[in-house]
């Protein structure tokens, strides 16, 4: 009964940890960035992690750009979500299939594509990063 008691309190302590940090990397500023414009598509098929490469500031200062590389927009899509600080935005980006693709052969090329990513609130002086 010890030892079952035990391995419960462990399994438990490892279920109720917080996860480990998503590591963060400083982006930097690279006006007229050249690149497709991809919407926002949080229903993209088994979304993997993608690290940025940089960002724009966009108009009105409640956006940013944020650049990567992906394949063509006819078969892959992204997903962004954004965290924001007094001091930065951390933006984490998610790649996958759309759905409308699923089945259908691709193309093995890369694109440069941006994405615009709304802020709460001016980006200002905060730094941004890509969470991955």
Known sequence: MRTFLAVMA???AVWAAPAAAAETAVLSERPGHPGLLFIDNP???D???MRAESYNRVAGDRAVGVHFTTGTPQCYGV???VLETP????VELFGGALPEA???????IAVSG???VP???PLGSRQVLTAF
């Open 119 to 121: 802020l709460q609130n």
């Open 87 to 90: 001091e930065t935005v951390t």
């Open 10 to 12: 462990a399994v438990l």
């Open 43 to 45: 229903a993209i098929v």
């Open 114 to 116: 941006i994405l615009e």
């Open 47 to 49: 979304p993997q992690p």
């Open 102 to 108: 699923a089945g259908r052969p691709c193309i093995m």
């Open 79 to 81: 997903h962004a979500s």
